[in-house]
């Protein structure tokens, strides 16, 4: 009788654990969550099974009361805050150093533009691009157009 509760207890706190952890951690329907689901289930069956019908029946509201509870207390407080993304990543290319560059100004690349990459102008590095063409390292570029943070090259024959 003690190793039947022990039982049925234990694999329905699994598998509520396996349903929360579904629910807040792992999208979509997942292995996690089935699983979760069918040891909750096993677990009530048992109860049903081993204990009586009245027991089964108060182990299954017991089940469905504690599930609720969880979900409510899980969604409704912060307690997954410490979990959760907050930050963003609001760099971008060449945002430290604002350029001084203007249309035309020539330069050399520093790696391969394939098509971005690194070229040197005026001794200072800046993250450029091509219209889509391969430039070899060391090869002299020239401006064709500016666009906010980015640099348009194309190579100088």
Known sequence: MLL???TVILLIGIGLL???VELIFVPGTTIVGVLGFILTAIGIWIGYA??????????????????GLAFFYSFRSDSWARFALKNQNKGRVNEDHQHTLEVGVTGKTVSALRPQ???LF???HHEVQTRGEFVAPSTP????????NKIIVEAIS
């Open 117 to 119: 990459g690194t070229a």
């Open 50 to 67: 081993a204990l009586g019908t009245e027991t089964g029946h108060i182990i299954l509201g017991a089940t469905v009361l504690i599930s």
């Open 4 to 6: 039947d509760w022990i």
């Open 141 to 148: 570029v020239r401006i064709i157009r500016l666009n906010q």
């Open 122 to 124: 005026a001794e200072r």
């Open 18 to 20: 396996l349903v929360v």
